[in-house]
Antibody, heavy 122, light 108 residues
Framework: QVTLKESGPVLVKPTETLTLTCTVS??????????VSWIRQPPGKALEWLAHIFSNDEKSYSTSLKSRLTISKDTSKSQVVLTMTNMDPVDTATYYC??????????????WGQGTLVTVSS | DIQMTQSPSSVSASVGDRVTITCRAS??????LAWYQQKPGKAPKLLIYAASSLQSGVPSRFSGSGSGTDFTLTISSLQPEDFATYYC??????????FGQGTKLEIK
């Protein structure tokens, strides 16, 4: 059974760095071409893809947020970590991690975590 | 970045109706498009990938079509559990994997 679960702070202050962890089970981050993405959704708004990482450690970032994001993985712990620097109230959102559908070069997200709401406020 | 535009932004329909939602890409994306369903407070659920392939476990009343820049999601006979928000996502050009702005399907 494939599951993903996000964890991290529910409240961060402006200018702080956010660190979120996605813990996966039911598949291995070392499987060939396995990928995991982070996606966020501000309250009442649309989905926004942030970053992804593949089993070969290939990484990609949102064009507009690239300078603030870092994605990494710890295969032994089955975890994918996202850091976002210089947080602002506009970054208030539910943050999801999602698995890429296996064996596709394109990124279709077939399993999602439940999401974690992060509020940025002083 | 490729922009994805969905229409309509919201639609009202009744149980049993046939509903079509469209998604237009700002440039050609071949067939690399997915559709997701999201209910309030829940994570999105993959319905359709590669424009027309039905994800495992998704009812056959959902179907997708299109290629290039124009795509549609059709629900052949609405069921009560289908009232939700639907998103398209282009997967041809990454980064980024762009989503549409969403279409809210409401009960008439």
């Amino acid at each position: 059974q494939v599951t993903l679960k996000e964890s991290g702070p529910v409240l961060v202050k402006p200018t702080e760095t956010l660190t979120l962890t996605c813990t996966v089970s039911g598949f291995s981050l070392s499987n060939a071409r396995m990928g995991v993405s982070w996606i966020r959704q501000p309250p009442g708004k649309a989905l926004e893809w942030l970053a992804h990482i593949f089993s070969n450690d290939e990484k990609s970032y949102s064009t507009s947020l690239k300078s603030r994001l870092t994605i990494s993985k710890d295969t032994s712990k089955s975890q994918v970590v996202l850091t976002m620097t210089n947080m602002d109230p506009v970054d208030t959102a539910t943050y999801y991690c999602a698995r890429h559908k296996p064996w596709f070069r394109e990124c279709y997200f077939d399993y999602w975590g439940q999401g974690t709401l992060v509020t940025v406020s002083s | 970045d490729i922009q994805m535009t969905q229409s309509p932004s919201s639609v009202s329909a009744s149980v049993g109706d046939r509903v079509t939602i469209t998604c237009r890409a700002s440039q050609g994306i071949s067939s690399w498009l997915a559709w997701y369903q999201q209910k309030p407070g829940k994570a999105p659920k993959l319905l359709i990938y590669a424009a027309s392939s039905l994800q495992s476990g998704v009812p056959s009343r959902f179907s997708g079509s299109g290629s290039g820049t124009d795509f549609t999601l059709t629900i052949s006979s609405l069921q009560p559990e289908d009232f939700a928000t639907y998103y398209c996502q282009q997967a041809n050009s990454f980064p980024p994997n762009t989503f549409g702005q969403g279409t809210k399907l409401e009960i008439k």
